[in-house]
């Protein structure tokens, strides 16, 4: 599967934004889709997944209640919205799948198929 991430950019402190993950082919039922990012000088950290048949959502602890994932299944394509950004929120955001249902916390190396990122800068 292809995957293409979009909809980042620069957004005031307090802002949103919606990432979207577009695949090249039907998820449901055959991939797990996470998000992902990476901060300048920081390790890729897994921030929120949906698995396979979409009955189980992950947040990493802090997340839930600014970030919420859904999917589309007819348009093939998961979203992450963002609300309530802050500065410490900036990083390029990568959406990735993965033919396994996932562990958590998560982790790069579960999944396959990775998007090319998309950058989040949150600053006034």
């Known amino acids: 599967v292809q995957l293409q991430a979009s909809g980042g950019g620069l957004v005031q402190p307090g802002g949103s934004l919606r990432l979207s993950c577009a695949a090249s082919?039907?998820?449901?039922?055959?991939?797990?889709i996470a998000w992902f990012r990476q901060a300048p000088g920081k390790e890729r950290e897994g921030i929120s997944s949906?698995?396979?048949?979409?009955?189980?959502?992950y947040y990493v602890e802090g997340m839930q209640g600014r970030f919420t994932i859904s999917k589309d299944n007819a348009k093939n394509t998961v979203y992450l919205q963002m609300n309530s950004l802050k500065p410490e929120d900036t990083a390029v955001y990568y959406c990735?799948?993965?033919?396994?249902?996932?562990?958590?916390?998560?982790?790069?190396?579960?999944?396959?198929?990775w998007g090319q990122g998309t950058q989040v800068t949150v600053s006034s």
């Open positions: 949906i698995t396979k048949s979409v009955s189980s959502i």
């Open positions: 082919e039907p998820t449901l039922g055959r991939y797990a």
């Open positions: 990735a799948a993965s033919s396994w249902e996932v562990s958590i916390p998560l982790r790069g190396a579960d999944f396959e198929f």
